[in-house]
């Protein structure tokens, strides 16, 4: 028997099943293309805040840098 030839029972059997494949639209409408938009994930704008092998040098130096900036302009008041 070749590859290509099927038994005869098989093709009996595989008769027997009816199967209806639904139209799949190829093209998105536009409420789902919009709802795509609107749903799509976004990069993080902290994302250099995350932590990190050295995030505990940057959560104790961030507080000092900031409070050095804070303080700067009284620094030339006195």
């Known amino acids: 028997m ?3 030839e099927i038994p ?3 093709k009996e059997r595989l008769e027997e099943f009816h199967v209806e494949i639904p139209q799949i639209p190829l093209k998105k409408n ?3 293309q919009l709802a795509d938009w609107i749903c ?3 990069k993080n704008p902290l994302e ?3 932590i990190h092998e050295k995030s ?3 959560l104790g130096l961030y507080p000092l840098f900031a ?3 804070l303080l ?3 620094m030339f008041l006195i």
């Open 2 to 4: 070749n590859k290509k």
């Open 8 to 10: 005869e029972e098989l």
């Open 30 to 32: 536009k409420l789902d």
């Open 40 to 42: 799509k994930p976004v």
């Open 48 to 50: 250099f805040l995350s």
């Open 56 to 58: 505990t040098i940057k």
């Open 67 to 69: 409070i050095f900036i």
């Open 72 to 74: 700067l302009p009284t």
